[in-house]
């Protein structure tokens, strides 16, 4: 169990290295080329950069302490329409999907250029930090987390893959062992995973990490910098590393950080320029190695002379500070306020889930099973995207099989699928409430039983169901509208949002 001393140190030690991380790479962020970096390189003044790394993770603590621990990617989507700030990449391509009506997942997976990129696995750090030793929980936060902007991506498995490794380090600092854990969580035939498998059989190989590196890139590599050459150095275009998949850039970014910290054989000096040097996202890749390595060994395991330049405070690069307090207010500003914070958060999500954390003074102590991998129920979790709603009986999803986008002569198709969570069987009436003139196959009006979730595992408490919608007439560019399911005999009544566009 997790003594309170140990957990802080962990999480401070986390933020730290974050910071020191996001540093130490800023100024070498997507060149694709070897570096020799063994410390800073730019003047710093006491201060770190600012690291939009961390910033949407301080907008999580905030949302939760608004809303609650009980929070999904509706909520999450809210927040960030409201205060990240910038259009660049898939943070942009998010806000547009959004705009336009859509909900998460679909708001990563639409148009979406770089949902294989790096914009999700850098902020899974606040889900370990609130869920220490339970990945099974970090994991679900970090799903609902990653979709908003990645979809159905690489970028989401990245993410859950680091959320996991992470919550599991509060208890567990063998790096191969955390590696395993890690992969649990995603499928083994998706990118992130076979980058890191890359990764780990030349560290078992015996080859050095500059061989590992370029490994990697030889198979898993995603284009140039917005398809500059002048991000690419001469020895990497010599070896035919200059071009690559447009977009897919996670993958090699997640071996570099398996490389940092295997070949960093748990020295941090090792461990934070090996990973610099392998070139690429430097900053992000450096700030989860740093995190990651702060979890594992605590605060105390960073060198002081990594700590002076930079300092305690933070800074911040992406969120709209206006709104958030008296110009900022709500926001931390040094990582021991954040620490503080967080384990604020944490003591609200022990009282609801079981942490391997000492509890509070007349807290009841409780634990998980003690088991860090990934079981069935959370490899389920991430295998399909949909939109999902949790109400205190029952779940929904709602998944477009054809996509969000309907046209003449092209009928969309749906899955809607309802889980009963209580120990009594249900019966439903569904009702579709569609634009004027448009046909719903089966029918408008259905009903659906539903067994008790004492059926288990044997699949006799999920209902599926497929529907057709076919547009009459003229389509308008945008199309919401709702289904409404009701519970037989019970006040019950859930809506759910569907939104398609022409």
């Known amino acids: 169990m997790l003594t309170r001393e140990k957990y802080r140190s962990k999480v401070l030690g986390c933020w730290l290295g974050k910071n020191i991380g996001g540093t130490l790479g800023a100024p070498f962020e997507w060149h694709r080329q070897v570096n020799n970096v063994d410390y800073y390189t730019q003047e710093l003044g006491g201060s770190p950069m600012p690291n939009d790394d961390l910033d949407i993770q301080l907008l999580w603590l905030i949302m939760m302490e608004e809303q609650g ?96 490794i992470e919550s599991a380090a509060f208890l567990e600092s063998d790096p191969k062992t955390l590696i395993e854990i890690g992969l649990s969580y995603i499928p083994e035939d998706c990118g992130t995973a076979k980058a890191v498998r890359c990764a780990q059989n030349m560290y078992q190989s015996g080859k050095p990490w500059l061989e590992a590196r370029n490994e990697i890139l030889k198979h898993y590599r995603g284009n140039r910098f917005f398809d500059s050459p002048d991000h690419v150095s001469p020895e990497d275009t010599a070896n035919g590393l200059s071009d690559g998949k447009p977009g897919w850039d996670v993958p090699s970014n997640i071996g570099m950080l398996i490389i940092g910290l295997l070949y960093g054989e748990g020295d941090f000096d090792k461990s934070m320029c090996i990973t610099v040097n392998c070139g690429e996202d430097t900053d992000c890749t450096a700030a989860t190695i740093g995190s990651l390595f702060g979890i594992m060994h605590g605060v105390e395991s960073i060198p002081e002379k990594w700590v002076t330049p930079i300092g305690r405070g933070i800074k911040t690069a992406c969120l709209n500070i206006g709104d958030l307090g008296l110009f900022g207010a709500m926001v931390p500003t040094t990582i021991d306020e954040l620490t503080a914070r967080t384990e604020a958060i944490m003591n609200k999500v022990a009282a609801q889930h079981p942490l391997p954390i000492e509890p509070i003074v007349d807290a009841p102590a409780t634990q998980p099973d003690g088991h860090l991998m990934a079981d069935n129920e959370a490899q389920q979790y991430i295998a399909s995207p949909s939109y999902r709603q949790s109400h205190p009986f029952y779940d929904i999803a709602l998944e477009y099989i054809t996509g969000t986008t309907i046209g003449q002569g092209q009928p969309a198709k749906v899955k809607l699928t309802i889980t009963n969570k209580y120990r009594i069987q249900a019966g439903f009436t569904i009702r579709w409430y569609c634009p004027s003139g448009w046909e719903v196959s089966p029918g408008p009006e259905c009903k659906a039983y539903v067994a008790s979730a004492n059926w288990g595992s044997n699949g006799g408490r999920v209902s599926a169901m497929e529907f057709e919608l076919i547009p009459q007439g003229a389509i308008p560019a945008s199309n919401r509208f709702v289904i409404e399911i009701t519970a037989d005999g019970r006040p019950t009544v859930m809506l759910v949002p569907v939104h398609i566009l022409r």
């Open 69 to 164: 621990i009980n929070v999904d990617s509706q909520i999450m989507a809210e927040y960030w329409q409201y205060f990240v700030t910038p259009f660049w990449s898939e943070y942009g391509n998010a806000k547009l999907n959004m705009q336009a009506g859509l909900q998460p997942p679909f708001t990563g997976m639409r148009n979406n250029y770089f949902k294989d990129s790096c914009g999700a696995f850098i902020r899974s750090e606040i889900w370990a930090c609130i869920a220490p030793g339970n990945p099974r929980l970090a994991i679900k936060y970090a799903y609902n987390d990653a979709i908003i902007d990645h979809g159905d991506g690489e970028g989401m498995y990245a993410e859950v893959f680091c959320a996991a």
